[in-house]
């Protein structure tokens, strides 16, 4: 559960960047919460809330965010737009694109259609908090009519921030999607940083793009590893933390609970009234090491990202890799190397010459790659496009409300990304 002094410490932080955000009922919720009527933080101020709890409890994923969505856009003096993943704010963004015309139709009648993966039951409670409004559904037509960039802006006019559970790590990717379309204009605010269940920091700066959090000594006590790690590995405590350094997290969240390394890499940014601020940086168990070359997921992404550059027209939406030995016989008798699965918009093939642009910028970024591929005991790096919507679908099979993977390790996961595969 969230401290009682994190929710005023966000709460003050908010108020205090933009004054009309707590006006009652005017945030909109989107975040899938299966069997847990809540939100992601759990904050106690049910009023602030134009989104019933219910609706982010429903057992499908997709119709949780519908839901939602229809809810929201019944509110046209939103001050603040509240998601869990920066993911689910995509996804639901994404049926916005598709499905407006129905979502219009259910806001003229004041109904609630239909669809899998909402009980009827259910259905019928939601629907009974709905009010037709004619001149509400006009608006929407007019402005998904329009076009969908700074669409978020468009139908919520007064809205100030949009307040995102996580925004760093494998978020990051759609939150810089949104902010470059659907969002346009708007801040980002990543008001909490917490790891394995725990909540370890508070983010004061909500005007910041790159979050960044204060660790709150008495929620969880934390022991830190210098990185890189030393000869005798020590862990140091808060008091003997130096501005510029990373660490690696150990954790012991509760009393009696077990003392672990959380996987999680941050950097001290810096001190505020002795408290340290860090930023985190990678997770340490996300990383591709076919041949023990040990590539994390932040710098694979950056090599990713340099490649996709190459590719005109092209803009990466979201994608997935995988160590071939994870696919058995079908990756082929040729040495171990990356199967990487992506989906682009604005283009629908690659030549064998702009697949091959991605292995070149792993050789250029990665000396240790580089020679494990001229040796030949790394094979060449196999790329795949999957159709549009295809890690939304995988999102909603993996059915858990925590950011996905980008490294794959499940076999149930892989599969459902293979039967998606269009080149």
């Not at 559960?1 to 005017?26: E, H, I, K, V, W």
């Not at 759609?174 to 346009?184: Q, S």
Request: glycine share 8%.
């Amino acid at each position: 559960p969230l401290p009682a002094q994190g929710s005023l410490l966000y709460l003050d932080a908010l108020r205090t960047t933009f004054p009309q955000s707590l006006a009652p009922r005017g945030t909109a919720l989107l975040s899938w919460t299966p069997g847990h009527p809540c939100t992601p933080a759990g904050w106690p101020l049910p009023t602030l809330y134009c989104t019933p709890a219910e609706a982010g409890a429903l057992p499908s994923r997709a119709a949780a965010l519908r839901v939602q969505l229809l809810f929201a856009l019944q509110a046209r003096a939103l001050r603040v737009l509240e998601v869990g993943l920066a993911a689910e704010l995509h996804d639901a963004l994404a049926a916005l694109h598709t499905g407006w015309p129905a979502l219009a139709q259910d806001l003229a009648l004041g109904r609630l259609s239909p669809q899998p993966g909402l009980p009827e039951d259910a259905r019928s409670r939601l629907q009974a908090l709905l009010v037709p409004d004619a001149t509400r559904a006009a608006e929407v037509q007019a402005e998904c009519t329009h076009g969908f960039e700074g669409i978020v802006q468009r139908l919520w006019p007064q809205l100030e921030v949009v307040v995102v559970g996580t925004a760093y790590g494998t978020e990051q990717l759609y939150c810089d999607a949104l902010r470059k379309g659907d969002c346009k204009g708007l801040p980002f605010y990543c008001p909490f940083y917490r790891t394995a269940g725990a909540l370890l920091g508070v983010n004061l700066w909500p005007e910041e793009p790159a979050p960044r959090f204060l660790l709150c000594p008495d929620w969880a006590f934390c022991e830190f590893l210098p990185c890189p790690a030393e000869e005798e590995p020590r862990t140091v405590l808060l008091g003997e933390l130096w501005e510029g350094r990373e660490y690696g997290l150990v954790l012991t969240a509760r009393p009696g609970e077990y003392r672990c390394c959380a996987g999680e890499v941050l950097r001290v940014a810096g001190f505020h009234k002795q408290c340290p601020v860090v930023e985190p940086m990678r997770r340490e168990s996300q990383v591709l090491s076919v041949r023990g070359e040990s590539i994390s997921e932040e710098r694979f992404f950056q090599s990713l990202c340099r490649a996709v550059g190459m590719w005109p027209g092209a803009r990466l939406v979201d994608y997935v890799c995988v160590e071939s030995a994870l696919l058995g016989a079908s990756s082929g008798a040729c040495a171990p190397h990356y199967e990487v699965f992506v989906e682009l918009r604005g283009l629908r093939d690659l030549s064998e010459g702009q697949r091959y642009k991605l292995d070149q910028c792993l050789q250029e970024d990665f000396p240790i790659y580089k020679s494990f591929r001229f040796k030949g005991s790394i094979g060449p790096l196999r790329l795949h496009l999957v159709g549009a919507g295809a890690f939304s679908r995988l999102r909603e099979a993996l059915g858990s409300p925590v950011p996905m993977p980008r490294v794959l390790r499940e076999e149930r996961l892989l599969q459902l990304i293979q039967n998606t595969v269009i080149s």
